[in-house]
């Protein structure tokens, strides 16, 4: 099966938000909790130019700065805790979300770059 049929059956979304590889949908994106192995375990496809880069952080940043922040102000104004349960309570909180979300987004992330076809250089980087 050429390349072009398999991309169009896998979808992005899945592959990526599933963290597996965006060329067969099956072997898994990632060989430790963030570092993308070099290829994948089933069809061999090179993930080794898969990168990221800096958005999986920033659409973080904005998805958990658009939860917490409303959910601190109301927890503020509705029960008035001490400083100390703010301080305890939103970095654990943080911290937890934004590792929780950083795989599946940074998974959804190289899967949209493989599904276009997209490189740094604006050429074709995939086989």
Do not use: N, T
């Not at 099956?26 to 993308?36: M, P």
């Not at 375990?41 to 940043?61: E, N, T």
């Not at 909180?93 to 276009?116: D, E, F, T």
């Amino acid at each position: 099966m050429p390349d072009d049929e398999l991309v169009l059956k896998i979808s992005p979304v899945k592959a990526g938000l599933l963290c597996k590889c965006p060329r067969c949908g099956q072997g898994s994106l990632f060989k430790s909790l963030l570092q993308i192995a070099d290829r994948c375990s089933v069809c061999q496809f090179d993930l080794a130019k898969s990168d990221s880069g800096d958005g999986p952080a920033v659409f973080i940043i904005f998805i958990l700065g658009f939860l917490i922040i409303p959910l601190a102000l109301w927890l503020e104004a509705s029960f008035e805790p001490p400083l100390w349960v703010h301080a305890l309570l939103w970095p654990i909180i943080i911290i937890g979300g934004s590792i929780a979300l950083l795989r599946p987004l940074k998974g959804l992330m190289v899967a949209l770059q493989y599904h276009h076809k997209a490189s740094d250089s604006g050429s074709v980087d995939y086989d």
